[in-house]
C-alpha cells in the first residue's frame, strides 16, 4: 500500500505543481460525494484564471510604463483635459471621481497626473492635506467612502447550512439507497398496506436522512472555524496620519486621500502616489509576475495594491481602494483558488482509494452470491419464471446491502477527518498565540526535526535598553546614572553629534498620539537608542529642523548599517553612520576623544574598542557603532553612501533579556528528538552568550560566523552542518543555504523563524516557514506558514506539539476506521457466501457508518495534545503513515471481533436458547449489538495505540466523552424502540450485558496487543 500511495499520493507540504495536484485526482477514479470528497483542495481551475489576469496585468503595466516614458518627453504641451466631475463628486466636496483616480495611477498616466497638479493637486482634489492627512470626521468619512468606495475585496458568500445538507445529499450510494427506499415503499405498501409495507423504505430513509444532517453539521462547524480563521489572517494595521496625528489603522479602514507611512517589508495597502521618501524600491511580482524591482520617486510616483516595499520608506497618498483596484481583482479570484491540499489529506484519499474498490468488489460478489442462492432456489422449486412482490423486495433488500457496504467500504470520511482535525488544532493553535496561514503547516510542523531560531524577539523579549555605552572612549554604565552627570562627562560638541546622530540616522519615529503623549515608533533597537537620546536632552523636533536630509540608506540584514547624509545650515554636508560595531568600526579611521578632539584611531585604539565590544558582547549585550564624516568634497543623491572614512562617535551595549520558559522550551525540543539552531545577525560573543544561556549551545556544539560559514566546501559542510548549533552574523543567504543543505542533504524536516523581508527566500525554502506576528513585516508573513502572534518561541514549541497530536490523531482514527471496514466487510461477505443472507441490514450498516465516519472523526480526530507527545522522536520525512504498530491493532482487533461474530452467527441460537420464529431476528439483533459495542470501546483503545492506559485525560476530552455517550443511548433507542425500522428486536438484561461484555473484552485484547512487538 505505501509503495502505491507514494507513487500516486504524495504531494509536498507546499509548492507542489499543478500537474502533481491534478494527477492524484485523476488516479481517485470511484468517488461517492466529489462536492464533500474535494471540498478543501485547491480550484486549480481558479488558479489558471488568477494566472491569465497575471499575465494581463503585466503586459498592462508593461505598456503604461512605456506611455508614461514616452509622455515624459512631451509633458510641456499638455493639452486641457476634456475631464468633467460628476455632479455628485462635486457634491461631496471633491474635484475627482474614483474612476478618474484609478485611471491615473493603475494606467502610469503621467499626462492626466500633471493636468490635475501633480500629487499636491491631486490632494487638494481629494480634500486632503499631504502633511496632516483626512480629517477625523465620521460624516466626512462617510461621504468620502460612498463615493469612492471601501478597502475590501469581494469575498465568496459563505455558505448556509442547507448548502452542506445538499453537498452531504451528492452522495451517490446514498442517492441509489434513496431509490432503493422509494421503490421498496411503493412495493410494500402495495402489498402489506399502510403502515406495516413501509417500514423498511421508512427506515431507511429515516437512517439516510440521519447521516446526511449529521455530516451537514459536521461540515459546516469546520466552515465556521476555517472562516474566523481567515478573518484573523487578513488582519493587517497600518500606520496613517489623520488628523495631524500618526495612528495605526487596520487597511479595511483606508480611504482615498489618506496618507500612509511605509517602511521596507510593508506591502502597499491601496493603489497610491508617492508623496516623500527615500530609496524606494517595489517589487511588483505578486501582481505582475515580473521579478524586476522598480524604484519610485517622484517621476515615477505611481504606486499599486498589493506590491511590496523591497527598500526605503516613504509617505503615500491613497487614490484607489478595494475593488477599483487590480489586486483587488486578483485577490476575489485567488481566494476561490482555495489553499493546496495537505500531504495527509492527498495520502488519505489515496488509503480511501483502495478501500473503496476492494469494496466495490465485495458489494458485487455480495450481491451476486446473494440473488444466486434466491434463482438456485427458485430453479428447484421450478418458480424461475414466477416472481411475487416479497421476492422482489429480496431482491431490492440484496441490492440495498450491497450499495450500503460500498458506503460503509469507501471510507470518504478519511480525508475529511484530516481536515477536521486541523481545523480543531488551528483554532485552538489561535488561541495559543500561533495563526497557522496554510493547512499543510499545522501537520508537518509535527514531523519536524530540526528548528532555525532568530534570536532577537523569539529567544529574547524585544525590549531593549542602552545599558552600557563607550562614547569618547569613555565606558559608562547608562541605566544607573542621572542624565546630568552622564552629559557633563561627555564634551558638548560631541553630544551635539551624538544626538543628531540618534535622532537623523534612524528608522524609528516620535510621534505625538491620540491622547497628546509622545510615543516612539521603529523597532525595538531604534527605540532603545531615542528613549536614550531624549534621556540625554535631546529634542528630535528641533534636530529635524535644524538640517535637511539628503538621502536615506535603511537598514537591512545585508549590510547591517544604515546611514543618512544631511545638509547643514551653512550648506555643509555630513554623512552619519550605524550598525554592527565591528562593521562600522572597520570602516573608521578617526574617533572622539575623552576631551572632544577627533585623533587618528590608531591600533592601540581600535584594539581597546574591539576589546570594549567583546566585553559587552560576552555580557550578552547587542552592540552598535555610531559614527559620522564630513563630505567636504561634495555628495551626489545618485550616489552610494561611503561606507569608510569615518569618526567613531560611540560604542552603545543594548540590554535584550532572555524570554522566561526558553531554556525549559530548548530542553524539551531536544527531549523530542528536535534540533534548535540560532541564527542572527549579531556579534558572534553576543550570540554565544545568549544561547549557552538558553541552552541551545552545549559543550560538542559549533558556533560559526555567516563570512566563515558561506566559504566551506559541499564536503567541509557535510561533517560541519550536524554540529553548528549558532550562526552569527548571518546573511539572509545563510539561512537560506543552512535551511537548503538540511533539507536536501540531511533529509530533515526544517522549520526556520524570521521577521524581516530579506528571510523571505528561507521562509519559502523551509518546510514551515514561522513568521513573526510583532516585529515580522508583511513581506515576512506573506512567505510564512505559520505566524507566531506573540514572537515567542515556547509557542512555537506549541506548533510543534499540535503538529504531533494532528498526525497521531488521524493515524487513532485510520487505525479505528479501518479496523471497522474490514470486520464489516468480511461479515458481511462471508455471511452472504455461507448462508446466504447479510447479518446487518442497510439501516444498521448505515448507523455503522456514522458511528466510525463523522463520528469517529469528532471523538478521535479532536484529541487535544499531551505532553508525552513531546517525549517520542519526530516522524521525520520517510515515516510510513500507516506503520506496523496499527496494522499490529487493526489485524489483531479484527480478528477478534470476526471470530465473536463467526461464533454468534453460527453457534448464538444454542448458546442463547434462542427458538421460535423470532430466534434469527434475535440472533442478528445480538450480532449488531455486539459488533456496534466492539466499535465503542476500540474507540477508547485506539485512543491511544501504543500504551495500554488509555482512560488517561478522557474526562478533558468533552467531545470524545459526548460522542461515546451519544452513539451508546442511540444504541439503546435503535434496539429497544425503533425495531421495526432497523429490523431488531427488543434484547433481555442478560442479552444486553453479553453484548456489552463482547465488545468490552476487546479492551484487554487491545491492551494485550500493544505488548506484542513490532
Known amino acids: 500500500m505505501d509503495s502505491y500511495l507514494s507513487q500516486n499520493f504524495d504531494v509536498k507540504s507546499k509548492h507542489s505543481s499543478e500537474e502533481t495536484l491534478g494527477k492524484w ?60 466631475v460628476p455632479e455628485a463628486v462635486k457634491a461631496a466636496g471633491f474635484q475627482l471621481c474614483a474612476d478618474e483616480l484609478g485611471s491615473i495611477v493603475e494606467g502610469h498616466d503621467v499626462k492626466k497626473l500633471k493636468f490635475h497638479g501633480g500629487v499636491d493637486g491631486i490632494a487638494g482634489k481629494l480634500s486632503t492635506s499631504t502633511a496632516k492627512g483626512l480629517t477625523a470626521d465620521t460624516g466626512l468619512l462617510n461621504k468620502r467612502q460612498e463615493i469612492f468606495g471601501i478597502n475590501k475585496f469581494a469575498e465568496a ?42 417500514h423498511d423504505g421508512l427506515g431507511i430513509v429515516a437512517s439516510i436522512l440521519l447521516v446526511v444532517f449529521v455530516t451537514a453539521t459536521s461540515d459546516y462547524r469546520q466552515s465556521l472555524q476555517f472562516k474566523d480563521l481567515d478573518k484573523e489572517k487578513k488582519k493587517i494595521t497600518i500606520q496613517v496620519t489623520r488628523n495631524d496625528c500618526r495612528q495605526k489603522m487596520s487597511i479595511y479602514d483606508l480611504l482615498p486621500g489618506d496618507i500612509v507611512h511605509l517602511n521596507i517589508g510593508d506591502q502597499v495597502p491601496a493603489d497610491g502616489l508617492f508623496v516623500s521618501g527615500f530609496s524606494v524600491l517595489i517589487d511588483e511580482s505578486s501582481l505582475t509576475g515580473e521579478s524586476e524591482p522598480v524604484y519610485v520617486n517622484d517621476k515615477n510616483p505611481f504606486m499599486l495594491s498589493g506590491t511590496k516595499l523591497q527598500d526605503g520608506s516613504c509617505k503615500m497618498l491613497v487614490t484607489t481602494v478595494g475593488m477599483r483596484t487590480q489586486w483587488g481583482k486578483l485577490m476575489a479570484t485567488l481566494s476561490e483558488g482555495g489553499d493546496d491540499e495537505t500531504p495527509l489529506q492527498v495520502k488519505l484519499n489515496g488509503v480511501a482509494t483502495i478501500i473503496g474498490k476492494v469494496g466495490l468488489f465485495f458489494a458485487v460478489v455480495t450481491f451476486a452470491v446473494m440473488v444466486q442462492g434466491l434463482v438456485v432456489r427458485k430453479l428447484q422449486e421450478g418458480t424461475i419464471w414466477s416472481w411475487y412482490g416479497d421476492e422482489l423486495l429480496k431482491l431490492l433488500e440484496y441490492f440495498a446491502v450491497a450499495v450500503t457496504i460500498i458506503v460503509v467500504a469507501v471510507p470518504e470520511g478519511l480525508p475529511l477527518a484530516v481536515t477536521l482535525s486541523l481545523a480543531f488544532a488551528m483554532k485552538k493553535m489561535m488561541n495559543d498565540k500561533a495563526l497557522v496561514r496554510h493547512l499543510a503547516a499545522c501537520e508537518t510542523m509535527g514531523s519536524a526535526t530540526s528548528i532555525c531560531s532568530d534570536k532577537t524577539g523569539t529567544l529574547t523579549t524585544n525590549r531593549m535598553t542602552v545599558v552600557k555605552s563607550c562614547i569618547c572612549m569613555n565606558v559608562k554604565e547608562v541605566s544607573n546614572v542621572d542624565k546630568a552627570s552622564f552629559c557633563s562627562e561627555i564634551p558638548e560638541s560631541a553630544l551635539k553629534l551624538l544626538l543628531q546622530s540618534i535622532f537623523l540616522n534612524s528608522g524609528g519615529e516620535i510621534v505625538t498620539g491620540k491622547d497628546g503623549q509622545r510615543e516612539i515608533l521603529g523597532t525595538p533597537t531604534e527605540t532603545a537608542l531615542l528613549e536614550l537620546g531624549l534621556s540625554l536632552g535631546g529634542d528630535p523636533q528641533a534636530e529635524r529642523q535644524a538640517s535637511k536630509t539628503v538621502k536615506v540608506e535603511p537598514f537591512n540584514s545585508t549590510k547591517k548599517r544604515m546611514g543618512v547624509v544631511l545638509e547643514l545650515p551653512g550648506g555643509t554636508l555630513r554623512a552619519h553612520t550605524k550598525g554592527a560595531s565591528e562593521i562600522v568600526l572597520a570602516g573608521c579611521d578617526k574617533v572622539i576623544n575623552s576631551n572632544g578632539d577627533v585623533v587618528p584611531l590608531d591600533e592601540r585604539s581600535i584594539n581597546h574598542l574591539n576589546d570594549i565590544i567583546n566585553q559587552f558582547a560576552n555580557e550578552a549585550l547587542r552592540t552598535l557603532c555610531l559614527g559620522y564624516m564630513e563630505l567636504e568634497t561634495g555628495f551626489s543623491p545618485d550616489s552610494a553612501i561611503p561606507v569608510s572614512g569615518y569618526t567613531c562617535l560611540g560604542i552603545v551595549g543594548i540590554k535584550d533579556p532572555v524570554r522566561p520558559g526558553v531554556k525549559e522550551s530548548v530542553a524539551i525540543c531536544r527531549t523530542a528528538g528536535i534540533t534548535v539552531r540560532m541564527v542572527t545577525g549579531d556579534n558572534i560573543n553576543t550570540a554565544k552568550a545568549i544561547a549557552k544561556e538558553c541552552g541551545i549551545l552545549t559543550d560538542d556544539g559549533v558556533a560559526i560566523e555567516g563570512p566563515d560559514f558561506r566559504e566551506k566546501t559541499q564536503e567541509e559542510m557535510l561533517n560541519l552542518i550536524p554540529k553548528i548549533q549558532v550562526i552569527a552574523r548571518s546573511s539572509p543567504m545563510d539561512k537560506h543555504t543552512l535551511v537548503k543543505q538540511l533539507r536536501t542533504t540531511f533529509d530533515e524536516v526544517v522549520a526556520v523563524t524570521g521577521d524581516g523581508t530579506n528571510d523571505a527566500p528561507a521562509l519559502h525554502e523551509a518546510d514551515i516557514g514561522l513568521a513573526m506576528g510583532i516585529a515580522g513585516t508583511e513581506v515576512a508573513k506573506e512567505s510564512a506558514d505559520v505566524i507566531i502572534l506573540d514572537d515567542n518561541f515556547t509557542t512555537i514549541l506549541t506548533v510543534a506539539k499540535w503538529g504531533r497530536s494532528v498526525y497521531i490523531n488521524i493515524q487513532k482514527f485510520v487505525q479505528f476506521q479501518l479496523t471497522v471496514n474490514i470486520v464489516a466487510l468480511i461479515v458481511n461477505f462471508s455471511s452472504a457466501c455461507l448462508t446466504g443472507s447479510a447479518p446487518l441490514t442497510a439501516v444498521q450498516l448505515l448507523w455503522v457508518n456514522m458511528i466510525m465516519d463523522t463520528l469517529g472523526a469528532l471523538a478521535l480526530a479532536t484529541e487535544p495534545p499531551t505532553d508525552e507527545l513531546m517525549k517520542r522522536l519526530p516522524v521525520g520525512r520517510k515515516g510510513n503513515f500507516i506503520s506496523n504498530v496499527m496494522w499490529r491493532n487493526i489485524f489483531g482487533q479484527s480478528l477478534y471481533q470476526l471470530v465473536v461474530i463467526w461464533c454468534l452467527q453460527a453457534k448464538g441460537k444454542e448458546i442463547f436458547g434462542l427458538d421460535g420464529p423470532d430466534s434469527t431476528l434475535t440472533l442478528n439483533t445480538l450480532i449488531f449489538n455486539s459488533f456496534v459495542f466492539c466499535q465503542v470501546f476500540n474507540e477508547i483503545s485506539s485512543r491511544n495505540m501504543e500504551e495500554i492506559d488509555v482512560f488517561s485525560g478522557i474526562l478533558n476530552n468533552y467531545v470524545f466523552v459526548t460522542v461515546l455517550g451519544c452513539t451508546a443511548l442511540f444504541q439503546v433507542v435503535i434496539i429497544e424502540f425503533l425495531g421495526t425500522f432497523a429490523s431488531t428486536t427488543p434484547l433481555t438484561c442478560a442479552q444486553w450485558c453479553l453484548s456489552i461484555l463482547i465488545g468490552f473484552i476487546g479492551m484487554p485484547i487491545a491492551a494485550g496487543l500493544k505488548t506484542v512487538p513490532v
Not at 445538499?166 to 402495495?190: F, R
Open 25 to 84: 485526482r485523476q488516479v481517485c477514479g470511484f468517488v461517492k460525494n466529489p462536492k464533500r470528497r474535494f471540498r478543501f483542495t485547491a480550484n486549480l481551475s481558479k488558479r489558471y484564471e488568477a494566472a491569465a489576469m497575471r499575465r494581463t496585468n503585466q503586459e498592462k503595466l508593461r505598456i503604461a510604463v512605456l506611455v508614461s516614458k514616452a509622455a515624459f518627453q512631451f509633458i510641456s504641451g499638455v493639452q486641457p483635459s476634456d475631464y468633467v
Open 157 to 198: 458568500e459563505a455558505k448556509g447550512f442547507f448548502v452542506f445538507v445538499w453537498e452531504a445529499l451528492q452522495d451517490m450510494t446514498l442517492m441509489i439507497l434513496g431509490g432503493c427506499a422509494i421503490v421498496s415503499l411503493a412495493v410494500g405498501i402495495a402489498m402489506e398496506g399502510w403502515p406495516d409495507g413501509a
